[in-house]
């Protein structure tokens, strides 16, 4: 069991939240019991992941993404509302990391990728300051199917695949979630590939126009394990009982 305050005191430290200029806040988004023993983790803070919480009697859930985000109403009625209200009526507490656990080298969404890819880390690109996304190469290079193959693999989930140029994929520039705007840097990088979540009707176009292989291998997939293994991490530093719990999201 740890302190509510030290466990997210500790954790605001190791991501260094305070580097980056965020979406919504990061670190204790709604204050619960002041002691955590049982942690669950999950990508996101939907409906369905707090009632899993409440139904293992967890203390506190860790999410990749949580709630007051830049430009949303904010007022608390409907969704918002049965969420915080589920919340509250339990004692749970709530902790999000955005963009910091986006671009941490060990625990961060990216850095996983690469653990998952087998993919080198050569540098940081992108559009953030400082930048979350990430490019090297391929351990192993080949050809764009069977690139796809792989990430079917790793990610349990079919990637799409607007096909590229180059007959073998040596280098690759990858930012999990909705990157898709990452595009043209990755062009710039002059690397053979781009990964990431998403993708939007004029990113293919761009893609085509480029020549460089693109791959959306889904928003959720490419962020599962950022939260998972921080969660392993806390769980250690802190002797907690921690829960991945997967709810599944076909984007």
């Not at 080198?120 to 090297?136: C, D, N, S, Y």
Request: aromatic share 6%; proline share 3%.
């Amino acid at each position: 069991m740890v302190d509510l305050t030290a466990l997210v005191t500790y954790t605001n430290g190791l991501l260094e939240i305070d580097r980056f200029h965020d979406y919504s806040p990061n670190g204790l988004q709604v204050e619960g019991k002041a002691a955590v023993a049982r942690l669950v983790c999950g990508v996101t803070a939907s409906q369905a992941l707090i009632d899993a919480a409440v139904e293992r009697e967890a203390d506190a859930i860790l999410v990749h993404h949580g709630f007051f985000w830049r430009g949303e109403d904010p007022r608390v009625v409907g969704i918002r509302y049965q969420r915080l209200k589920s919340l509250l009526n339990h004692g749970i507490s709530l902790i999000a990391y955005h963009l910091p656990l986006d671009a941490h080298p060990v625990y961060g969404n990216n850095a996983q990728l690469a653990n998952r890819l087998h993919l080198t880390v050569e540098g940081q690109f992108g559009m953030e300051k400082p930048a979350i996304g990430l490019h090297g190469r391929l351990v192993k290079p080949c050809g764009g199917a069977e690139f796809a193959h792989r990430i079917e693999r790793a990610l349990e989930r079919i990637p799409l695949h607007i096909a590229g140029d180059a007959e073998t994929i040596q280098t690759c520039a990858w930012c999990s979630g909705a990157a898709q705007s990452y595009l043209e840097q990755a062009v710039e990088l002059g690397v053979d590939a781009f990964l990431t979540g998403e993708i939007s009707e004029q990113t293919v176009h761009l893609a085509r126009e480029t020549g460089i292989h693109l791959f959306a291998a889904g928003h959720h997939a490419t962020e599962r394990d950022g939260v998972r293994v921080l969660g392993e991490h806390l769980a250690e530093e802190f002797q907690l009982e921690v829960e991945f719990i997967d709810i599944l999201n076909p984007v």
